[in-house]
């Protein structure tokens, strides 16, 4: 190899997806002047670089999540418990565009979206069936949902008191990332000040009522897939996490008492140091604005705690059995990085829901890394590699530039009110896709070793019935219950949302006499009125 070609810059430079240069050689002399404690430490120690807890996974393996949900409740409960036989070790519910949106299965606009890409809630009867034989004191559950969070956290509390749990053991997490949902996903209903608001009655209501719940995850993940690199996920991720703790502080919550609950969800994708440097990044700085931003003297409260999914984006259509090396390898990275849960994408997901099979595969390649791979026994194997240390100072040195520039904009929701984030993340994804395009960005069967074959893998399909369900069983509610119980408990929901009072507590009245998701998000569009997107933000 030409000497020129070793050369930082040089014709063969190598770059992360967040444009730091791969150098052709790490030695003592990248970290020689490093502040090892400081910076390093011990796992479960501050800044919590190597891990949240002392002995990582050698005590307890990740939780073991598989997304999952589609049609009506009876038919994802089916798949949860097929999931929990097979040895998940936690739950996590994807929602039907309808429910993420506050509608009803019945409203116009849900049309021939009811049970596409989750499952369908409407009403607390829907809840119950969903969770029916699943003990929720013995799992923990993950909720992908943003707007209305709110219903269907108080939907999952109401569920278990019927089944007689302690709902003070409850163990889970609520998306509730609301801020995120404006820049990179779109499933927003209210404006940012009343969404804010509702958010920080969740941290109230769950400090008094569901300690062991974590009220926000603080979402990447989303921000990743629409096209963002490494280190605007990690930055924007933080940022938006700084906007949420300064609401609370702002709204009377000492921080030491909700910032516990808090918890993140980033996105795992091939370039497998870059990841694990992310992550080691993520907890040294977030522990660093905890304690000095914020003056958070908890330990729990400077811990960035983390869910991790394998980056749904990256599968591809062609040769989806590729997919499964892909996921492996972005799992592998969130365990070397730390990951606190993981769900692992299933390899036929580019092309339709999953399988029973390829669902299985996936929850299989999380077991393997964690019982036969050896990187479980080690907390934070790849701490003091030379080229690992050196890329988490690189990435961090990367996120902390553009949360400079999210500060001097005067922060998170100002900065997404100018469309800053927005338009840092499509020029990301053009370039992107700019670098596949012309091939320097190797896709393997995709750009490159292509086949042309046509996989031959059987596809799940979703019941389109599963609409005409839902309806009969509104009509069917609306007939049963107490519809005067319904209204005044709406009625006092409405009072609520007018005052200061927290609105967890009427609304979960309203959902106990069977309001449904869509009445009570009715009552909050009246009250709060609907944000409309669009380009920039102008709020």
């Not at 969404?195 to 719940?213: E, G």
Request: glycine share 8%.
């Amino acid at each position: 190899m030409a000497k020129d070609e070793l050369t930082p810059g040089g014709p063969s430079a190598r770059f992360t997806d967040s444009g730091v240069e791969f150098r052709p050689e790490y030695t003592w002399a990248d970290v020689a002047d490093k502040d090892w404690e400081a910076d390093v430490g011990s796992a479960g120690e501050f800044p919590f670089t190597r891990g949240v807890y002392p002995s990582m996974y050698r005590g307890r393996l990740w939780t073991m999540r598989q997304y999952a949900g589609f049609a009506s409740a009876e038919e994802s409960n089916r798949r949860y418990h097929y999931l929990l036989e097979r040895g998940q070790t936690g739950l996590s519910v994807a929602f039907d565009l309808p429910t993420q949106m506050g509608y009803d299965s019945d409203h116009p606009l849900s049309e021939g979206e009811v049970g596409k890409v989750g499952v369908a809630i409407d009403s607390l009867r829907d809840m119950e069936a969903l969770f029916e034989g699943i003990p929720l004191d013995k799992v923990s559950t993950s909720m992908t949902i943003n707007s209305p969070a709110a219903v269907l956290l108080l939907m999952y509390e109401l569920v278990a008191e019927k089944q007689g749990v302690d709902t003070r053991r409850l163990r889970g997490t609520i998306q509730n990332d609301i801020l995120k949902e404006y820049v990179a996903r779109g499933t927003y209903i209210f404006p940012p000040a009343p969404s804010m608001r509702i958010i920080t009655d969740i941290f109230a209501y769950c400090q008094a009522n569901l300690p062991n719940w974590n009220t926000i995850s603080i979402s990447g993940y989303h921000i990743r897939e629409a096209g963002s690199s490494a280190a605007e996920e990690l930055a924007f991720t933080l940022a938006n996490g700084i906007a949420y703790v300064k609401a609370a502080v702002e709204a009377g919550l000492q921080v030491d008492a909700f910032a516990g609950q808090l918890s993140f969800f980033f996105n795992a994708h091939n370039n497998l140091l870059e990841e694990v440097a992310k992550y080691r990044a993520a907890r040294r700085m977030w522990a660093d604005i905890m304690r000095d931003r914020f003056g958070a003297t908890d330990p729990k409260s400077q811990m960035l705690r983390f869910h991790t999914q394998t980056a749904g984006c990256t599968l591809t259509a062609q040769q989806p059995h590729n997919n499964v090396v892909r996921v492996a390898l972005q799992a592998l990275a969130a365990v070397l990085g730390g990951t606190q849960s993981l769900h692992t994408n299933s390899f036929d997901e580019a092309l339709a829901l999953p399988s029973d099979e390829s669902v299985a595969i996936a929850l299989r390649t999380q077991q393997i890394i964690g019982y036969e791979s050896g990187v479980a026994d080690i907390p934070d194997p790849l701490a003091g590699s030379f080229a690992v240390e050196t890329l988490t100072d690189d990435i961090q040195a990367k996120a902390q530039e553009l949360m400079d520039e999210i500060d001097r904009l005067g922060g998170a929701v100002k900065a997404i009110e100018q469309g800053f984030m927005q338009r840092a993340i499509e020029d990301s994804a053009y370039e992107y896709q700019r670098a596949i395009e012309r091939g320097d960005r190797v896709v393997v069967g995709l750009n490159k070793f292509a086949s042309g074959e046509k996989p031959c893998i059987a596809l799940h399909r979703v019941d389109p019935s599963v609409q005409a369900l839902q309806e009969r069983r509104l009509a069917v509610l609306r007939e049963e219950r107490d519809q005067a119980a319904v209204d005044a408990a709406l009625e006092r929901m409405r009072e609520a949302a007018r005052s200061s009072d927290n609105l967890l507590y009427p609304m979960k009245e309203a959902l106990r006499a069977y309001a449904t998701l869509g009445e009570i998000a009715g009552v909050l569009r009246q009250e709060f009125g609907e944000f409309k997107g669009g380009g920039s933000l102008h709020i």
